[in-house]
């Protein structure tokens, strides 16, 4: 039996990795969707799949996020569709060459897909959640957003923008209903790594989670409440109190007067 709807999920970088995991477990959860990335081909296969598996409506939207045309058109969805009840801002390209081997034109492009093009795409729907009194917005963000020193530096700090802002949002929005949560991964086996030019097969497989285990996990921080989300951290203690911490700190910076270590 078809279970009721709990209305669209919209996955931006749904036709590969982490988004098509989600994009199977949201319809399975009883979503319709719309499936956004620019390959077409393995978006319909996708759909087609998913539809057929589960009975939902399942929608494609080709799109290259980095392109203000298309960013616009997938903006306008997310205002216009008053169905859509869940965002998952997924779509991210990452980097492993230090500062010196990288050239900045990537940096700027990754900066355009990971910043810029999910900061627009949360703009767009949180206002329709917010008069709706509810939604949840998903950041895919990363372990480098408190690691920076992993891979590339840039990376790190596009990542570190998305936990800050989803930190930001949930401060913001929690008490207008709305969801936000950032997902942290560690290491996932996508192509993520093949894209970057570091295939996933070249790491410590120690260290490295199935997708669909990652994906998992992360659904059950969502309906645990979890605004951070760490799959790949075993004692959450340490989050809490690095958090609790950040808190602490966060009460202490205004001063009129600089640190005596500073006179
Ligand atoms: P992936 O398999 O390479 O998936 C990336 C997705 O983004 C694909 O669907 C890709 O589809 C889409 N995409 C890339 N450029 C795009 C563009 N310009 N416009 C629209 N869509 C675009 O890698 P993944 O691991 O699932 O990555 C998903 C997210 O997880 C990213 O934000 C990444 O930073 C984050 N993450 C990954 C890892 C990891 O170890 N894999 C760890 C931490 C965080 P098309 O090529 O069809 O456009």
Redesign the pocket.
Known sequence: MALSSKGTALI????????AVYADRLARQGYDLIL????QA?LTALANRLSDATGRNVEVVT????EKADLLRVEQILRNDASITLLVN?????AVMPLLASPVDDMQDMIT??ITALTRLAYAVVPGFVARGAGTVIN?A?IVAIAPEILNGVYGGTKAFVLALSQSMHHELADKGVRVQAVL????A????S?AGHPVENLPQEIVMAVDEMVDAALVGLASGEVVTIPGLHDGAQWDRYEAQRQVLSGLFGSSTAAPRYH
């Open positions: 931006t970088g749904a036709s590969s990795g982490i988004g956004v990335a620019r390959s393995k799109a290259d996020l980095k997924n779509a991210g390209v990452g897909l990971n895919i990363s991964p560690g290491a996932t996508t192509d993520f790594w894209e």
